[in-house]
């Protein structure tokens, strides 16, 4: 145990002097308060906000670039399987030097060079082709597919990108906490140490306050750490650096519209691109089997040639020749290649028809857990604000005890703790109560770059919190 030091002067002047000593910590608290809010209120201008942030994202998002890319193949994929029903025209040329000896015309034995030339153009017409009809639908089933994929990769992107810019607002609010947490706590270390010093103190408070002081850097240094992550996730998406972001200014907290499941399922289960994409591609699927079937079918095809020869051995002549054909083609057996070809088909049909309906499954229940999600978060929201009104008045109620002596040092500290507890819990379901907005209109769908524009319009480059 430390001796304690007792004031000369007697009790009351002890009283006084400490009286003094916890106005001057609460006045200490305010001027930190204050300046905190400060800081906040320049740290916060020129601000970026999520209209911009979105718009960087979709300009740069590898992920809609491949999605768009493969939307451009399968378009060009439409005339590559209408050319097999279209005419097809070929020329060639050849020309070359030959050496010739005949022998058996007599006793003469003829030994000659002589050139030859050959010019020729074929066309050949599909007069009747299943497999080339079946894949024209394929290739029109494929681009319905990509155009799926293209609006399920913006409205990811869009999802993204509203979660990794409220995730950084709650970790620039965390860190503001923490600070202030931080400030708060070395103001009371201060004054509990010159309390000691004095003869008014006791070393228990002392280190009570050094431990939480202790935990409170530490506090820090987490959540300076994780606006540092918060902000690589945003940069990850937009690929431009993260400044000052925009905040909210006043919310009003707004549940489902309208406030039943039922709608919204039956809006994913229409408008979900991923169930879009997925259906379409089962439509691939099915052709697919069509396709591998008509490989027994018989093809009808119409050819004409023209040809130009030049240049024999005995005599010299040259051959002008036209012809046409009509060709009958019948698939007899190709080594049970078809019979292979149409088992693999159906197998994978099948696989597509079961990730259609896992799909189904999986996106009523994101469906549901989103609308859930969003009604909680507005009790959640109206709940903390509650609690960091409730926790700041026993703060102050604890700071006005603690001057008067009624109330304990201990007794402030965990009051100034639990308020920094009910702020990030607020900050928490604030971030939380819009993302969760963005969440449900993802899950069914209907997510579209003006929901992005309406929330940006809540946001304030000069916040006052």
């Known amino acids: 145990m430390f001796p304690v ?10 009283q006084g002097a400490i009286r003094l000593k916890r106005r001057s910590l609460a006045l200490s608290m305010s001027m930190v308060v204050i300046a905190w809010g400060a800081t906040l209120t320049a740290a916060l201008s020129m601000a970026e906000n999520l209209q911009t942030a979105y718009k960087q994202a979709a300009s740069t998002s590898p992920v809609i670039a491949q999605a768009r890319a493969q939307l451009d193949a399968d378009l060009a994929g439409k005339p590559l399987a209408r ?31 002589y050139h030859s030339d050959i010019f020729s153009a074929s066309l050949t017409e599909s007069i009747f082709n299943g497999q080339a009809f079946t894949a024209m639908k394929q290739s029109d089933s494929r681009i319905r597919a990509s155009e799926a994929a293209l609006a399920y990769a913006q409205q990811v992107v869009a999802l993204e990108v509203t979660q990794a810019y409220f995730g950084v607002l709650q970790a620039e ?9 931080m400030d708060l706590l070395q103001s009371i270390d201060k004054q509990t140490r010159t309390s000691l010093n004095v003869g008014s103190g006791d070393i228990i408070s002392v280190q009570e306050v050094q431990a939480q002081l202790d935990a409170a850097r530490a506090d820090l240094v987490t959540a300076n750490n994780a606006v540092t992550v918060a902000k690589n996730q945003l940069e990850r998406l937009t690929h431009h650096s ?68 030049a240049g024999t051995l005995i005599p010299p002549v040259a ?48 469906t549901q857990t989103a609308f859930h999600d ?38 402030l500290l965990t009051a100034t703790t639990n308020y920094a507890a009910a702020q990030r819990n607020y900050y928490l379901a604030l971030y939380t109560q819009l993302v969760a907005r963005t969440q449900l209109k993802a899950a069914a769908g209907v997510l579209t770059p003006q929901d992005i524009e309406a929330i940006n319009t809540l946001l304030d480059s000069n916040p006052s919190k």
Do not use: C
């Open 5 to 14: 030091k007792r004031n000369p002067d007697g009790p009351r002047k002890e």
């Open 83 to 113: 050319a097999a029903l279209l005419p097809h025209i070929n020329a060639g040329a050849s020309g070359g030097m030959n050496t010739g000896r005949v022998t058996g015309f007599g006793a003469q034995t003829i030994s000659t060079g």
């Open 173 to 181: 609010a965390n860190q503001r906490v923490a600070q202030q947490q």
């Open 242 to 309: 993260v400044g000052t972001l925009e905040d909210i200014t006043m919310l009003q907290p707004t549940g489902p519209q309208p406030d039943t499941i039922g709608p919204w399922l039956a809006a994913a289960l229409k408008n979900q691109p991923l169930l879009q994409q997925a259906q379409a591609t089962l439509k691939v699927s099915e052709q697919q089997v069509q396709y591998a079937k008509r490989a027994r079918w018989p093809t009808l095809t119409l050819s004409g040639i023209g040809q130009h020869a």
């Open 319 to 366: 051959i002008d020749q036209i012809g046409g054909s009509l060709n009958l083609a019948i698939p007899i057996y190709e080594g049970g290649g078809t019979r292979a070809g149409i088992h693999q088909a159906e197998a994978l049909s099948k696989a597509s028809r079961a990730n259609v309906a896992n799909i189904q499954d999986q996106i009523q229940l994101d």
């Open 374 to 411: 969003l009604e909680d978060s507005v009790a959640q929201f109206q709940a903390t604000q509650q609690s960091v009104a409730s926790a700041k008045i026993s703060m102050d109620g604890t700071r006005k005890g603690y001057e008067i002596g009624s109330r304990s040092i201990i007794d």
